[in-house]
C-alpha cells in the first residue's frame, strides 16, 4: 500500500499537482479503501482529521485524481458517484438491496471488444460490465 501511494503522489507530483495533507489524506483513504466510498464517504471519514475541509474540497481532489488516472468514478444509476483507486482490468459484482460494490477478478474480455470493433466499424476504447445480484449480508436478513 505504500509503494502504491508513493507512486501516486510521484505521478501527482510530475504532473504539478501540489500535495496538500488533504489531498494526501483522500488519496491515501482511497487506495485504502476497498469498498467503493462515495465523496460524502470519503468527507465523513476524514472531518475529524480535518474540520476544516469541505465536501467540495473532496470533490475537487477527485477530479484531480481521476484526470490523473490515478481513480475511476464508478456511476450505476443511483445519486452518488462511488470511486476505485484499483486501476487495473477488473469488474463489479453490485448488491441491488444495498449497494455495496465488491471487484470481481475475470479475464478482460478483450475478444468481444475486438469483435464489437470488427462488426460494427467503431474503434471501441473500452467497455464496461456490472453484474448484480443479493451480497451475502443482505440475504441472511432476508431469512
Do not use: W
Request: hydrophobic letters at 35%.
Amino acid at each position: 500500500m505504500n509503494s502504491r501511494l508513493e507512486q501516486a503522489v510521484e505521478k501527482l507530483k510530475s504532473t504539478g499537482v501540489r500535495m496538500t495533507p488533504q489531498r494526501h489524506a483522500i488519496l491515501e483513504f482511497l487506495l485504502s479503501s476497498m469498498s467503493h466510498p462515495t465523496a460524502d464517504e470519503i468527507y465523513k471519514s476524514l472531518e475529524g482529521k480535518f474540520p476544516n475541509m469541505s465536501v467540495a474540497t473532496v470533490y475537487n481532489n477527485l477530479r484531480v485524481f481521476k484526470e490523473a488516472g490515478l481513480v475511476r468514478e464508478l456511476t450505476y444509476g443511483d445519486a452518488s458517484s462511488r470511486f476505485d483507486a484499483n486501476m487495473t482490468d477488473h469488474y463489479h459484482v453490485i448488491c441491488r438491496e444495498c449497494g455495496k460494490i465488491t471487484d470481481f477478478d475475470y479475464p478482460p474480455l478483450i475478444d468481444v471488444e475486438r469483435e464489437a470493433a470488427k462488426r460494427t466499424g467503431f474503434r471501441v476504447e473500452s467497455h464496461r460490465m456490472e453484474i448484480y445480484g443479493v451480497c451475502q449480508h443482505c440475504q441472511q436478513r432476508t431469512v
